[in-house]
Structures are given as structure tokens and as C-alpha cells.
């Protein structure tokens, strides 16, 4: 019954939260939740939020993977990919992995790029322990067979 369309991928959904639901509060979820309604509060979800095209979301959203075709006012930080859709409106800085944004959608704020920030950390981390060659000595068999044979 709650399977996701298209634009969502294939599953279910653990909450939904329909067309016609105005919530005002805090959502903490550890599964997966699509919103089609009014939510002006934060959502801290350990699984992935899928916002559909006639969502209106005021707050900050926290997430493994978010998924935009509506309107989000507020930061949101995904640990994953974070996809705006055509039809997706979003104002507010965000704190990703991987963005993406389709031809259309429209989005208004600061973008920082977190795993491309850990990997510069670590390369230069790196970079500072590499220990320099050591100098060996040659072998004092291979000296002797070396002038033995000259």
C-alpha cells in the first residue's frame, strides 16, 4: 500500500505523513519517512526522507539520503546523497556527501561538501606520515660475487 513511486526507488516507507496533514513538532525516526503534508518542525531521521512535490517543510532536516520534489525552508544535512527534483524549492544552507539537482529545481543557500572536507583532512594527514626510503646496504654476498666476477 505505502510503496514508493518513481521518484522515490523501490520499498516502503515506515511513516508517511499524507496530503492533507498539517504537524507541528519534532519528528526522530530510525526508518525511512515520506512527507506529502505541512511539517514545520525538525526531522532527525536515521533512514532516508522523501519529500513530495506538494510538501511544505519549515525546519531543518537530518538524514541518511534526502530526497526533495517539494519545498523545505530550513538547513539540511544528509550524510549520503541529497537530490533536489525538478520541482523541488529549497532555502537553506546543507551538509552532504553527494548533491545532485535536477534541471529546474531551485536552491538558495550555502553548500558544504563534507566527505570532499574529510578527505583533504586525511590526505594531508597522509602526506605528513609517509616516512622517508630507507637506505640499505647492499648485501656483502652480492659485494663479493660482484668482484669476483670483475
Do not use: W
Request: aromatic residues 6%.
Amino acid at each position: 500500500m505505502f510503496k514508493k513511486n518513481e521518484e522515490a526507488g523501490s520499498g516502503t516507507f515506515d511513516t508517511l505523513i499524507g496530503v492533507s496533514t498539517i504537524l507541528e513538532g519534532n519528528i526522530t525516526t530510525e526508518g525511512t519517512i515520506r512527507i506529502d503534508g505541512k511539517v514545520k518542525g525538525d526531522l532527525q531521521v536515521n533512514g532516508d526522507i522523501f519529500v513530495g512535490a506538494n510538501a511544505v517543510i519549515t525546519g531543518n532536516i537530518f538524514a541518511e539520503n534526502i530526497h526533495i520534489a517539494g519545498t523545505v525552508e530550513g538547513n539540511a544535512s544528509s550524510r549520503g546523497v541529497l537530490r533536489l527534483l525538478a520541482t523541488a524549492k529549497l532555502y537553506g544552507d546543507i551538509q552532504v556527501n553527494s548533491f545532485v539537482a535536477d534541471e529546474g529545481a531551485i536552491f538558495q543557500g550555502k553548500c558544504n561538501m563534507v566527505e570532499a572536507l574529510q578527505e583533504a583532512a586525511a590526505s594531508a594527514e597522509s602526506k605528513s606520515a609517509i616516512k622517508k626510503p630507507k637506505d640499505y646496504k647492499k648485501s656483502a654476498v652480492l659485494l663479493e660475487d660482484k668482484e669476483k666476477a670483475e
